[in-house]
C-alpha cells in the first residue's frame, strides 16, 4: 500500500534511474525529489526540475536530506534544512554547468579551464561545509573561500552580483536600500579584492581597530648539503637590516652532525623556525637572512697536529645570506614554502669574520671564498600574516612541527597587553688583550656565567639561539691567533624576575694553546651587575669592562671579592677609593667590551617612572615628578600602566588641591598615549582598569572642575596645545568621571546626585560655549572645537549609564544646536562638524526611537543646509544612509511614521535637487549614494505620507515643479545606468520602487493637469518615463533563465505589466488632450508594444487605433500617424526588435477595431501595407544579422527599398535604402551594380539650385551641386566595374551642364574621362558573365524570395557547378532540384527550400550593333551581355519516331523565353522573372538557324580579315575554314540534305516548302561565303601553311560538288547572297548555332577567338563518316565531375553523326546527380546535339583530335598548332570543381568538326583528366588520344600541368625552320615557358601581331605545346605511353613550370601572369597500347639545362640544311597522307 511519507520528504538522487517500470520516473545523478509516498522500498514523488511529472523511482537510488514541509497536504512545499551557502552552491553549480559548456563551444578555453577549477574546488569546499566536522573558525573560513569563488565565477561568466551579509545572501525586504547599495559595492569590492587575504582579515576586525598588520617568516632549514666540513656545526640564523648594519631579530640555531644531518635525531624535518612580528615598515626595509656557520672541532680544519683531537673548539667557517627584497615577491604570491639554496662563503681573514655577512652583502669578493659546488643550505620560507592567534589557527601543521618562535630584538609594533617578557639580549662585541710575552699572538676563548647574589650559578639562563635548550655556560668561538678579537655574537639571557636584582655578569679570559697538551689557560675575567643600586636595569648601550688578571689558581668561590671592585667606568667614578691591595689586579691595557638591550615588560630603566611609582620616598618632589611623567616613554608606560595609574589616584586623593591639576594633565597624557596605532592594543586594559580596578570614588569632582576649568579659558588663551589634549581624552575622562560617581554614589547611597548633575548640566554648558564661539579669527579654536567634536559622540554611551536616553538626547541636541550654521564656519569644521553628526547617528543613542525624535530634527536641518548648497555630498550622504538603516530596522519592530514624515518634510524635495545636481556632472559614486537615499526614502513611505506631501504643496506650479523632478530623476536613473548591470537585485528593487511611486503620483498628475490646466510637459514626462521603464534591459524577463525569471516573477510578478496598465489608464485619462501626443509618442509606444510581453502588447497596441481615430477626426485623415509609424518601426525592428508574432498580433488587433469605424477602409489599407512592411524588415534585419551572404543582403534591402518607394512612398527612407544597399555593392565589389543604385538617387535631383539640408554623409549644398557630386561618383563606380558604356552618357550629361556654365576646366576634365573610357573600351579586355536562372521554391524561403525564380548575373569565371554550390552554401538548407520542370504545389507549399538552378543565354536588344560588319568584336562583347531583359533555356527532345540513321529528322527544341522584371545589370546581380515564353523549334527551323549563324560567323570573320582589323595571324580564320568545309566534306551538312531535300519529307511536309528553300538558299550561301574566304586565306597564309591551304581548296572543292549534285545552280549564285539574311534569321543572330560541334577551340578572350567567333560556333556542318579518321573528344564546362567510370558504363549510341551544342540538358541545370539518375535521360548524346549553343563559357572549350592511322599526326596539324597555341594560351576558370577536373572524356564519331579536331593532336602528352558532356563512350581504337585541356582551367596565375621533364632524354632536335616573317626565331621569349625549347612549327607569336592587335596580349605563362608523342625516353622506351607525374616533389617538373617574365612590349600592366602553382587535380589514366614509331616520331623536347634560367635570351640555333630537309620530308608525307 502507498503512504504518505512522515519525514522522508526531500532527497538528492544518488544513482541515475531509467524509469524502466511502468509509472516509472526518470531520474538523474544529482537531480533533487520531492517524496510524497512510499510502499515497500519504492517512493513516489515529483523532480524539482519538472514539478509536474509524477511518478515512482526506488528508496536505494535515493539519499534522504532533512527539510522543512509546510501546507502539508496536497500541495506542501519543500525547503531543505541545510545551511544557506550550501543550497546557494548547488544551484550556482547548476546554472555554471549549462554556461561552462557553451564556453569551449566559443573557443573561450582559458575560461573554460579556470572555471572548471574553481567548480571543482566550489564541490570539494562544499562536501567539507556539509561533513559537519569543522570547528566554526573553519567554518566561517571555508565560507569566505566559497564566496569568493561564487563571486568571481559569476562575475567572469557576466551572471548577476550577489549582495551578502557575513557570507548569507541577503534578503532585500530585510534591508534599507542604502544597506544594500553599501553592500553590493562590498560584494563587488571583495570579488575584485579576492586574491588578497588581507582585506578579509582587516574586513573581519573591523576598522574600529585599525591594528598594524604583523608578518612572520616562516624558515626551515631541510638540509646542509655542502657539509664535507666533516665536524659537528652550529647554524645561526638571525634577520639583519643592512642600512642600519645590525640584527633585528634573535637567533635561530641548528645543531649539525659531521654528515649535515640534525645532532639530535628527534629533529629530523623539524629544524623550522618562525620570526615573528615584522612589522610593514619593516618588510620595507633592506632585510637579509644571515646564516653563521660556527664549526666545533680542532682549531685548524686540514691540521690534525694542531690541538689535541679530544679538544673542541667553536671555530669560525663560513656564512650565507639570502636577500629579502629579492624574494618576497615570490613568496607573498604563494600560500606554501618555497625552497632556497644558500651559497656558504668562507671568510679569507678570520679577523673579519664579525663583518663577513655584510661584505658578502656588499660582493667585496677579496675578503670571502666562494665554494667549489652550487650547494649549500637548503631552506624553504614561508610568508605568514596576521597576529599569532590567527597564524596558529590557520597553519596549524606548522606548529605540529615543534617549530621556534624568534622573536624580534625589542618590542614589537604592537605590544599586546599580557604579553609578559622579560629578555636581556647581550652582544659580545671586542676586546683587547696583551701578548703577555709570547711571541705569537693568544687564540682566546670567552666562558660567561649568570650568577645570583649568592655565588650560584644560574642554570639554564643563557640561550644561543631558539631552537635549542637555554644553558648555564657559554663558550664563546675562537679566533686563531687574535689578540683582538671582534666576536658580535648575541646572546640571550632570560632571567627569571625575581634572580634579576643581585645577579651579575662573569666573563672569564683563556688561551687556547695548540700545543700537545692543549689546556685552555685561564688569564683574566670581567664582570657587571645586572641591575644598578636606584633599581633601574642596565642601560641599552655599549659597556667597556675592566678586565681583572687571574690565573687557573685564583678562586671565584668568593665572589664578594671582585663584586666590590668597580666592572667599569662609571662605577669607577662612583666609588674611587678602592683598596688596590686585593686579591684581582686591573689590567689597564686589556679592556673588554659588551653591549646589552631589554625588552622587559617588568623591569624598567628609567629613573623618573620609578621615582613616580616611589613618590612616598619623594614627597618633596611630587610636583617634579608628575611634570616630568610626560618624558618617560610609552613603552615604559603602557608596561607599568595599571600601577602608574593607581599612583596618579592615590596622589590625587592625597592632596586634591596641589595636585589636581598636574594629575589631570599626566591623566590626559596616559589617555592620549593610548590614541597611538602602537598602543591601541592597552585600551581594554584601560577599560578593564576603570571597571575593575579603579577605586577612585572622589576623583569625578576633581575631574569635572578641571576639565570645565579648561573650557571656561578657551576663549582667552592664545596657546591651546593642553586644552586641545584634554578634549582629546574626553572619552576616558567621562570613562573616569562616570566610574567614580557610581563608586561614590555606591558608598554613599546615592548622596549629593542634585550636585553632580548640575556640575554635568554646567560642564555642557561650557561645551556649548566652546562650541558657538566664533573661531574664524583664531586658528587655534578651530582645533579646540574640532577636537571637542571629535570626541563627543563617545561619551553618550557613559553618559547613558546615569542619565534617561531623553536626557542625554536633549544635551545632545543642545550641544548640536549650538554650532553656527553652515555660512559662518570655514570647509574644515563644516567636515568636523558633520563628522560628529554622523558619529552621533552612528551610536547607540540614536537607535532608540525617544532619542531619535528629539534629535533628527537638528541632524537633518544641518544635512538640509549642506545639501542646499551642495558642500560634503559624500559625509551627507553616509550620514543619511545610517539614519535609513535605523529607520528600517525598526520599521520591522515598530512604528517610524512620524520620522518618516519628518525626513519627507525635510529631505525629499532637496534629495531630488541634489540628484538632478549630481547626475548632470555625472558623478557616479555620488549619484549611487543619493539615489539609494532617495529609494529607501521613497519605500519607506506609505499613503499616508504621500497624501500629505501632496496636499502640503501650496500651488499646482510647485507641485508640477515636484512631479518635473521626480520623474525626471527616475528617468535619468534608468537612462544613466547608476547601477551596474549586474546589480540586478538592486535593479529590480530600483524598478518596484519606482512602479510604486508612480502609482502614488499618477493619481496627482490626472486630478491637477487633466482638464482646463491640461500641461503637457508634465504629461509627457510621464509617459516618457513609462516607456522607459518599459523598456529597460533588467526587466526583459524573456533573456533570464528559467530558475531567475520564477524567481523575479515570484517576488515582484513582471512590472512592465503593472507599468502597461498604469500607462494605459493614464491614457484614457486624457480625453480630447491625447492629439497633442500625437505623432511624439507614437515612436516611444511603438517601442513599448515592440516588447516580447504577450500582455504589454494587447494592453498597448489598441492604443495606435486610438490616434489615429483622433488624429482622423481632427484633419479628416491619420497621416501623421502613418509618416511617424513607418519611420519610427523601421528603426526600431533595424535594432532588433519585433518578432513575427508580433506582426500578426498588430494586424489582428488594429484590423479588429478599425472594422466598426467609418474610415476603414483607408484604417484596413494603412494597417496591411505596414504588416507587409513589418515582413520586409523583419527579413531585413534577419539578413543583416546572421551570417548571411552579401546576395541576401542584397535582395532584401532591394525588396525593401523598393516597397518604400512603389507601396509607400517614403522617399526619405527609400534615398536611405539607396545608400545602405550602394555600400553593400561596394563592400561585395560589385562597382556597376553599385553605380545603378546610386543612379536612382541621382535622378530624383534636378540640375536646380534648390538648397538641399544636410542628410546622410552629404552636407547642406545646393541640389546642383550634390547632382554633379553624385555623377562624378557614379561615373567613377562604372569605371571601376569597367561598365564604361554606361558612363559616356552620363560624362556627356555633365558635360552639357559644364558648357552650359562656361566651366572648361571640368569640361575639359569629363571629355578627357570620356576619351578614356573609349580607350578602355578598345584596349582593355572584358570577361562575359554567364547568366543562370534560380528558382526559390518552398515555404522557407525569406518573403522575398518565396515560389519565385529569379534570373542572376555570375561572376567573372563563374560557371554553372561553382554558381550551384555558392548558392547552395548560400541556403545550406536548401535541397537541388535534378530537373528543369517547373515544380508541383507539393513543392510550392512545403516547409523546405527547394533551388532549381540552370544556365541561360541572354537575348540582346541591340541587334543592330552586333550585326554590323566593322564592329570590333570588344564593342559587340558588351551588347550580347548588357542591358539584357530576356534569356533563352533550350531542351531538345525526339518527336514522333526516331529515325536510326539521321536524328535530325525527328530532333525538336523546346525553347523558354524569360523577362525579368528590369534589366541586368542593374541595382542588383539579378532580377526576378516577370514573364516567361515556351515555343517549340521544328527541326527544318533548327537547322535553319544553325547554317544561318555559321554564315553569319564567317562573314563577320572574313570581313575583319579584309579590313585589316585581324594583324598577320590567321590561325583562326584557318580554323574556321578548316572545321566547315571538312565537316561539310565529311558528312555534316549532307545530314541536313538526307533530312529536309528528301522527297518523303517534302511530301510529308508541304508547309515547309518555304523553309526548305530559306535553308538550301543558307547553304548555297555558305558555299559562297567559304569561296570568299579561301580567296582572303589564300592571300594572308603563311608559306609553310600552304599544304593546308591545299587541303582546304580540295576538300572545297568536294563540298561544292557533292552541294551541286543536290542543289543545282549553286555555282550560279551571286555574291550579293552572302550578305542575305531572311528576317527570320535575324532573330537569333545574337546566338550560337545549333549545332553539336558548337566546340569552341579556344578560350573566348584568346586572340584565336577574337571576333565574330565569340559568340558563334567553329563549324557548321559536318560529314563524318569514317571512325578512322578522329575521335572527337568534347570537353564542356557545363559538364558535371563524375569518376572515370561513370562515363565508360553509359550506354553506346547507335548513331554516327548529328548535330550538337556545347550545353547538353542536364549540364544546363543543376547537374548534380549520380551518372545512374541520369540515365533517364535517354540518348544523352542525342541531348548533346541539337542545343542551340549556350554562349561559351570563359573556360569552356571542346578539343576534337585528329590521329592518323599510325597513331601521329600530320605534320602541318602540329605545325598549326604550334602556331596556334603559341598566341592563345587558355584561360582558365577557377570555379572549377576538383571532381570536374577530373572526368575523362569518351571519344564520339558525331563530330561536325572534324577539321578544327585535325588541328590538335598536341596535348596528348599534357593529358591528366578530360571534361565532356554526357556522351557514350566507345572503346577507344588503336593509336587513338584523347586531349585534356586542364590547361585552360588554371588561373591567370597559375602554371599549366606538369611535363614530365624527368624522363626526359637530350636527344637531337629536329627543328622546323622558323617563321620568315617573325623578327625572331619561331621559339619568341615572350611566350615560351621554357626558353630551352625549340619551336616544332610555325612563328607563334611575332612582334608584329603583337603590337597591333587590338586584343590585349595573350597569357603567356603556359608552356608551348608539344605533340603528343614528342618524349624519348631512355628507361622507357618500349611503354606506349608515359603517365604525367603531377607529382609536386618532383623538382624538375617543378621548375619546368615557371613562368618566364613578360617582355615590356608584349603585355599590359595587369595581365603580367604571376609565378604560382596550381597542381591539376588528379593523374591521368594512362592507356597502355602500344604505339608503334615511337622512335621516329619528331618533335620538341625540353633541355634540362636552361630550365632554372628566369631571364629571357634570344634563341638563335644554328639550324643545319640536313635538318630542314628531315622537316620538309616528314611534312609532306603527312599531307600525302591525308
Not at 550 to 565: I, K, P, Q, V, W
Not at 938 to 950: A, V
Not at 1436 to 1447: A, I, S, V
Amino acid at each position: 500500500m502507498w503512504s504518505p511519507t512522515e519525514e522522508e520528504k526531500y532527497g538528492v538522487v544518488i544513482c541515475s534511474f531509467r524509469g524502466a517500470v511502468p509509472q516509472g520516473l526518470v531520474l538523474e545523478l544529482g537531480e533533487t525529489v520531492q517524496i510524497l509516498e512510499k510502499c515497500e522500498g519504492w517512493y513516489r514523488g515529483v523532480s524539482i526540475k519538472k514539478p509536474n511529472v509524477k511518478g515512482i523511482f526506488p528508496a536505494n537510488y535515493i539519499h534522504l536530506k532533512k527539510a522543512v514541509v509546510s501546507n502539508r497536504g496536497q500541495y506542501e512545499t519543500v525547503v531543505p534544512l541545510e545551511d544557506s551557502v550550501v543550497t546557494e552552491v548547488t544551484a550556482t553549480l547548476q546554472e555554471w554547468a549549462v554556461l561552462w559548456k557553451q564556453l569551449y563551444v566559443k573557443h573561450k578555453v582559458d575560461l573554460f579551464y579556470k572555471l572548471r577549477h574553481v567548480m571543482n574546488e566550489l564541490i570539494d569546499l562544499r562536501r567539507q561545509l556539509l561533513s559537519g566536522h569543522l570547528t566554526q573558525d573553519q567554518v566561517r573560513e571555508v565560507k569566505r573561500h566559497l564566496t569568493v569563488r561564487l563571486d568571481w565565477g559569476n562575475e567572469h561568466l557576466g551572471l548577476d552580483l550577489v549582495p551578502r551579509k557575513d557570507f548569507e545572501v541577503v534578503d532585500s525586504d530585510q534591508i534599507s536600500v542604502s544597506d544594500l547599495y553599501k553592500m553590493h559595492l562590498s560584494s563587488r569590492h571583495s570579488v575584485q579584492q579576492s586574491t588578497s587575504q588581507v582585506d578579509t582579515i582587516r574586513q573581519r576586525h573591523g576598522d574600529a581597530c585599525r591594528m598594524p598588520l604583523p608578518h612572520h617568516f616562516f624558515l626551515s632549514l631541510k638540509s646542509f648539503t655542502y657539509n664535507t666540513i666533516g665536524e659537528d656545526t652550529d647554524v645561526f640564523f638571525s634577520l639583519y637590516d643592512v642600512r642600519e648594519g645590525k640584527q633585528i631579530s634573535e637567533r635561530f640555531m641548528v645543531r649539525l652532525n659531521k654528515n649535515g644531518g640534525p645532532r639530535n635525531p628527534e629533529k629530523i624535518d623539524r629544524m623550522c623556525a618562525l620570526f615573528t612580528d615584522l612589522s610593514s615598515k619593516d618588510m620595507k626595509r633592506d632585510l637579509y637572512i644571515v646564516a653563521h656557520v660556527i664549526r666545533i672541532g680542532r682549531m685548524l680544519l686540514n691540521d690534525s697536529k694542531k690541538g689535541p683531537p679530544h679538544l673542541h673548539y667553536r671555530r669560525p667557517y663560513g656564512c650565507a645570506v639570502l636577500s629579502i627584497m629579492d624574494v618576497l615577491q615570490s613568496i607573498s604570491e604563494i600560500k606554501e614554502e618555497k625552497d632556497f639554496v644558500l651559497k656558504v662563503y668562507t671568510c679569507n681573514n678570520e679577523n673579519e669574520w664579525c663583518q663577513i655577512h655584510e661584505n658578502i652583502i656588499r660582493k667585496s669578493s677579496t675578503k670571502y671564498t666562494a665554494p667549489s659546488s652550487n650547494y649549500g643550505l637548503i631552506i624553504s620560507l614561508q610568508l605568514l600574516r596576521g597576529d599569532m592567534e590567527q597564524v596558529r589557527r590557520e597553519n596549524p601543521m606548522i606548529f605540529n612541527r615543534g617549530v621556534s618562535v624568534t622573536r624580534k630584538l625589542g618590542f614589537p609594533d604592537v605590544i599586546m597587553p599580557g604579553d609578559i617578557r622579560n629578555d636581556l639580549y647581550l652582544t659580545l662585541e671586542k676586546g683587547d688583550f696583551e701578548r703577555g710575552g709570547k711571541s705569537v699572538q693568544k687564540n682566546i676563548e670567552v666562558t660567561m656565567y649568570v650568577l645570583y647574589a649568592d655565588g650560584e650559578i644560574l642554570k639554564d639562563c643563557i640561550s644561543l639561539g631558539s631552537g635549542e635548550p637555554s644553558r648555564s655556560a657559554y663558550h664563546s668561538f675562537v679566533l686563531y691567533h687574535n689578540n683582538s678579537p671582534r666576536w658580535g655574537e648575541i646572546i640571550k639571557l632570560p632571567i627569571p624576575i625575581d634572580r634579576f636584582r643581585g645577579s651579575h655578569l662573569r666573563f672569564e679570559f683563556r688561551h687556547c694553546s695548540t700545543k700537545d697538551k692543549g689546556e685552555k689557560k685561564l688569564f683574566g675575567f670581567a664582570f657587571t651587575p645586572l641591575m644598578r643600586d636606584d633599581g633601574t636595569t642596565l642601560s641599552d648601550d655599549i659597556h667597556e669592562l675592566y678586565v681583572y688578571k687571574c690565573d687557573e689558581n685564583s678562586t671565584f668561590n668568593n665572589h664578594a671579592l671582585y663584586l666590590g671592585l668597580p666592572c667599569c667606568k662609571e662605577d669607577y667614578n662612583g666609588c674611587p677609593n678602592i683598596p688596590s691591595s686585593l686579591i684581582f689586579q686591573r689590567s689597564t691595557k686589556e679592556s673588554f667590551s659588551v653591549s646589552t638591550q631589554l625588552s622587559s615588560t617588568k623591569l624598567t630603566q628609567n629613573v623618573d617612572l620609578l621615582a613616580l611609582l616611589k613618590w612616598k620616598a619623594y614627597p618633596d618632589r611630587v610636583m617634579d615628578i608628575l611634570g616630568r611623567l610626560r618624558h618617560v616613554s610609552g613603552e615604559e608606560i603602557v608596561k607599568f600602566l595599571q600601577d602608574i595609574l593607581d599612583t596618579l589616584f592615590v596622589v590625587l586623593d592625597d592632596n586634591t588641591e596641589k595636585y589636581g591639576l598636574l594629575v589631570f594633565q599626566s591623566l590626559v597624557f596616559i589617555i592620549n598615549l593610548l590614541r597611538d596605532s602602537k598602543y591601541f592594543h592597552f585600551r581594554p586594559v584601560m577599560d578593564t582598569y576603570i571597571q575593575k580596578h579603579f577605586a577612585g570614588a572622589l576623583a569625578y569632582k576633581e575631574l569635572i572642575r578641571c576639565l570645565k576649568w579648561y573650557m571656561d579659558r578657551s576663549a582667552e588663551l592664545v596657546r591651546q596645545d593642553h586644552i586641545q589634549e584634554a578634549m582629546r581624552a574626553l572619552e576616558y575622562l567621562f570613562k573616569f568621571i562616570v566610574q567614580s560617581r557610581i563608586l561614590y554614589s555606591r558608598a554613599t547611597c546615592g548622596m549629593e546626585e542634585e550636585q553632580f548633575r548640575s556640575s554635568i548640566q554646567e560642564l555642557f554648558q561650557s561645551i556649548r560655549f566652546v562650541l558657538s564661539l566664533d573661531s574664524r579669527s583664531s586658528e587655534t579654536l578651530i582645533f579646540t572645537q574640532a577636537a571637542l567634536l571629535n570626541s563627543f559622540p563617545a561619551i553618550f554611551d557613559e553618559l547613558l549609564q546615569m542619565f534617561t536616553v531623553q536626557e542625554v538626547a536633549e544635551f545632545v541636541r543642545g550641544t548640536l544646536g549650538s554650532m553656527p550654521s553652515t555660512v559662518h564656519i570655514g570647509q574644515s569644521m563644516d567636515v568636523v562638524k558633520l563628522q560628529s553628526i554622523a558619529r552621533t547617528v552612528d551610536s547607540r543613542l540614536f537607535s532608540f526611537s525617544e532619542s531619535r525624535r528629539i534629535l533628527l530634527p537638528v541632524v537633518l536641518h544641518h544635512i538640509h543646509l549642506h545639501l542646499r548648497q551642495q558642500k560634503e555630498l559624500l559625509i551627507c550622504s553616509g550620514i543619511l544612509s545610517s539614519i535609513f538603516s535605523i529607520i528600517k530596522t525598526s520599521s520591522l519592530e515598530g512604528d517610524v511614521v512620524e520620522e518618516v514624515e519628518m525626513m519627507v518634510e525635510s529631505l525629499l524635495d532637496v534629495l531630488l535637487q541634489t540628484l538632478l545636481t549630481i547626475m548632470s556632472k555625472s558623478q557616479s559614486q555620488e549619484a549611487g549614494e543619493y539615489v539609494s537615499c532617495l529609494l529607501s526614502l521613497l519605500r519607506q513611505m506609505s499613503d499616508t505620507h504621500f497624501q500629505h506631501l501632496l496636499d502640503n504643496f501650496q500651488s499646482k506650479d510647485e507641485l508640477k515643479e515636484f512631479l518635473l523632478k521626480i520623474f525626471c530623476v527616475f528617468r535619468n536613473l534608468m537612462k544613466m545606468s547608476v547601477f551596474p548591470r549586474d546589480w540586478m537585485v538592486m535593479r529590480l528593487l530600483t524598478s518596484n520602487i519606482i512602479v510604486t511611486t508612480v502609482q502614488y503620483l499618477s493619481s496627482a498628475l490626472h486630478k491637477n493637469f487633466t482638464e482646463t490646466d491640461f500641461d503637457f510637459k508634465v504629461w509627457n514626462s510621464y509617459f516618457s518615463l513609462a516607456v522607459l521603464f518599459i523598456n529597460q534591459p533588467s526587466l526583459q524577463l524573456e533573456n533570464a533563465t528559467p530558475a531567475k525569471r520564477k524567481k523575479i516573477l515570484d517576488k515582484y510578478g513582471d512590472m512592465r505589466v503593472m507599468m502597461a496598465y498604469e500607462l494605459f489608464s493614464m491614457w484614457q485619462n486624457l480625453g480630447e488632450h491625447k492629439i497633442h501626443f500625437i505623432p511624439g509618442m507614437i515612436g516611444p509606444f511603438l517601442g513599448v508594444t515592440l516588447v516580447p510581453q504577450p500582455e504589454v502588447r494587447n494592453i498597448m497596441i489598441p492604443i495606435f487605433h486610438d490616434m489615429m481615430d483622433w488624429e482622423q477626426r481632427k484633419n479628416g485623415n491619420f497621416k501623421q500617424v502613418e509618416a511617424e509609424l513607418i519611420d519610427k518601426l523601421d528603426s526600431l525592428v533595424s535594432e532588433g526588435k519585433g518578432d513575427e508574432n508580433y506582426r500578426e498580433l498588430f494586424s489582428l488587433l488594429l484590423l479588429e477595431k478599425i472594422e466598426q469605424e467609418t474610415w476603414r477602409e483607408t484604417g484596413i489599407s494603412f494597417v496591411t501595407s505596414v504588416t507587409r512592411l513589418m515582413e520586409r524588415l523583419l527579413d531585413y534585419r534577419d539578413c543583416m544579422k546572421g551570417d548571411e551572404t552579401e546576395n541576401k543582403k542584397i535582395g532584401c534591402t532591394v525588396n525593401l527599398m523598393n516597397f518604400y518607394k512603389s507601396e509607400i512612398n517614403k522617399e526619405e527612407m527609400y534615398i536611405r535604402y539607396i545608400h545602405k544597399l550602394c555600400d553593400m555593392h561596394l563592400q561585395a565589389e560589385n562597382y556597376t551594380e553599385a553605380a545603378f543604385t546610386l543612379l536612382l538617387y541621382c535622378e530624383l535631383l534636378q540640375w536646380e539650385d534648390r538648397p538641399l539640408r544636410e542628410f546622410l554623409h552629404y552636407p547642406s549644398q545646393s541640389e546642383w551641386q550634390r547632382k554633379e557630386g553624385l555623377c562624378r561618383k557614379i561615373i567613377h563606380y562604372f569605371n571601376k566595374g569597367k561598365s564604361w558604356e554606361f558612363g559616356i552618357p552620363l560624362c556627356r550629361e555633365l558635360a552639357m551642364q559644364y558648357e552650359s556654365l562656361y566651366d572648361y576646366q571640368s569640361l575639359s576634365w569629363i571629355r578627357k574621362m570620356e576619351a578614356t573610357y573609349y580607350d578602355n573600351i578598345m584596349e582593355q579586355q572584358r570577361l562575359e558573365p554567364e547568366f543562370f536562372r534560380v528558382g526559390f521554391y518552398g515555404r522557407k524561403f525569406p518573403f522575398f524570395l518565396r515560389n519565385k525564380e529569379y534570373v542572376c548575373r555570375g561572376h567573372d569565371y563563374e560557371r554553372l557547378e561553382a554558381f550551384q554550390q555558392r548558392m547552395l552554401s548560400e541556403f545550406p538548407q536548401a535541397i537541388a532540384m535534378q530537373h528543369p520542370n517547373h515544380p508541383d504545389d507539393s513543392i510550392l507549399q512545403c516547409d523546405a527550400q527547394y533551388l532549381q538552378i540552370y544556365a541561360v543565354t541572354p537575348i540582346p536588344d541591340n541587334i543592330d550593333v552586333l550585326q554590323m560588319d566593322r564592329v570590333p568584336d570588344r564593342i559587340k562583347s558588351f551588347y550580347r551581355v548588357n542591358n539584357i531583359r530576356k534569356f533563352r533555356y533550350d531542351r531538345p527532345f525526339h518527336k514522333g519516331p526516331k529515325d536510326k540513321d539521321n536524328e535530325f529528322k525527328s530532333l525538336w527544341i523546346e525553347r523558354t523565353t524569360l523577362t525579368l522584371t528590369h534589366s541586368l545589370p542593374g541595382i542588383s546581380r539579378w532580377f526576378e522573372v516577370e514573364r516567361r515564353e515556351l515555343v517549340e523549334v521544328s527541326p527544318l527551323e533548327n537547322a535553319i538557324q544553325v547554317v544561318e549563324n555559321k554564315n553569319q560567323e564567317l562573314r563577320t570573320l572574313i570581313s575583319q580579315y579584309q579590313h585589316k582589323q585581324m594583324h598577320g595571324n590567321i590561325n583562326l580564320l584557318s580554323m574556321c575554314l578548316n572545321g566547315v568545309i571538312d565537316a561539310a566534306v565529311n558528312g555534316g551538312i549532307a545530314r541536313y540534305q538526307e533530312a529536309f531535300f528528301d522527297k518523303d519529307y517534302i511530301t510529308k511536309h508541304p508547309g515547309d516548302a518555304e523553309k526548305i528553300t530559306q535553308l538550301k538558299e543558307l547553304m548555297q550561301e555558305q558555299v559562297h561565303v567559304l569561296g570568299v574566304g579561301l580567296a582572303v586565306h589564300e592571300k594572308f597564309v603563311h608559306p609553310e601553311m600552304r599544304p593546308l591551304h591545299k587541303k582546304l581548296i580540295d576538300q572545297f572543292q568536294m563540298m561544292r560538288s557533292s552541294l551541286y549534285h543536290e542543289l543545282p545552280g549553286l555555282d550560279k549564285l551571286s555574291p550579293a547572297c552572302s550578305g542575305s539574311s531572311t528576317p527570320r534569321s535575324n532573330v537569333l543572330v545574337s546566338h550560337g548555332p545549333m549545332s553539336p560541334e558548337s566546340i569552341k577551340l579556344l578560350h573566348r578572350h584568346s586572340p584565336l577567338n577574337l571576333l565574330g567567333s565569340v559568340r558563334h560556333s567553329s563549324s557548321s556542318l559536318s560529314s563524318h563518316t569514317s571512325s578512322e579518321t578522329g575521335n572527337l573528344v568534347i570537353l564542356t564546362d557545363s559538364s558535371v565531375g563524375e569518376a572515370a567510370e561513370d562515363m565508360y558504363h553509359m550506354q553506346a549510341s547507335p548513331s554516327t553523326s548529328s548535330l550538337s551544342s556545347t550545353h547538353s540538358a542536364p549540364s544546363q541545370m543543376i547537374n548534380s546527380a549520380p551518372s545512374s539518375a541520369r540515365d533517364k535521360y535517354r540518348h544523352t548524346r542525342e541531348l548533346m546535339m541539337l542545343l542551340p549553343t549556350h554562349r561559351d563559357r570563359p573556360s569552356s572549350a571542346m578539343y576534337p583530335a585528329a590521329i592518323m592511322e599510325n597513331g601521329q599526326p600530320p605534320n602541318f596539324q602540329r605545325a598549326l598548332m604550334q602556331q596556334m597555341i603559341g598566341p592563345c594560351k587558355p584561360c582558365s576558370d577557377p570555379n572549377l570543381s576538383v571532381a570536374e577536373k577530373a572526368v575523362p572524356a569518351a571519344p564520339s564519331s558525331w563530330s561536325l568538326d572534324s577539321g578544327t579536331r585535325e588541328a590538335l593532336p598536341f596535348l596528348s602528352v599534357h593529358v591528366g583528366s578530360i571534361l565532356a558532356p554526357p556522351v557514350p563512350p566507345r572503346s577507344l581504337p588503336h593509336g587513338h588520344y584523347s586531349l585534356h585541356f586542364d590547361a585552360f582551367h588554371h588561373q591567370l596565375s597559375d602554371a599549366p600541368p606538369a611535363l614530365p621533364a624527368r624522363t626526359l632524354r637530350k636527344s637531337p632536335l629536329h627543328p622546323i625552320p622558323a617563321s620568315p616573317t617573325s623578327p625572331q626565331s619561331g621559339l619568341d621569349g615572350s611566350n615560351s615557358t621554357l626558353s630551352g625549347s625549340a619551336s616544332s612549327g610555325v612563328s607563334s607569336l611575332s612582334e608584329s601581331n603583337f603590337g597591333h592587335s587590338s586584343e590585349p596580349p595573350p597569357r603567356t605563362d603556359t608552356m608551348d605545346s608539344v605533340p603528343s608523342q614528342a618524349w624519348n625516353t631512355d628507361e622507357d622506351l618500349e611503354t606506349p605511353y608515359l603517365p604525367v607525374r603531377y607529382s609536386l616533389s618532383e623538382p624538375d617538373v617543378l621548375e619546368s613550370l615557371k613562368s618566364q617574365p613578360c617582355r615590356s612590349h608584349s603585355a599590359p600592366s595587369g595581365v603580367i601572369p604571376q609565378d604560382t602553382l596550381d597542381p591539376p587535380a588528379l593523374p591521368p589514366k594512362p592507356y597502355h597500347s602500344r604505339l608503334p614509331n615511337i622512335e621516329n616520331e619528331e618533335g620538341m623536347i625540353i633541355e634540362d639545362d636552361d630550365k632554372h634560367r628566369q631571364l629571357h635570351r634570344k634563341v638563335s640555333q644554328p639550324v643545319s640544311g640536313g635538318k630542314e630537309e628531315q622537316a620538309r620530308v616528314a611534312w609532306e608525307h603527312g599531307i600525302s597522307e591525308q
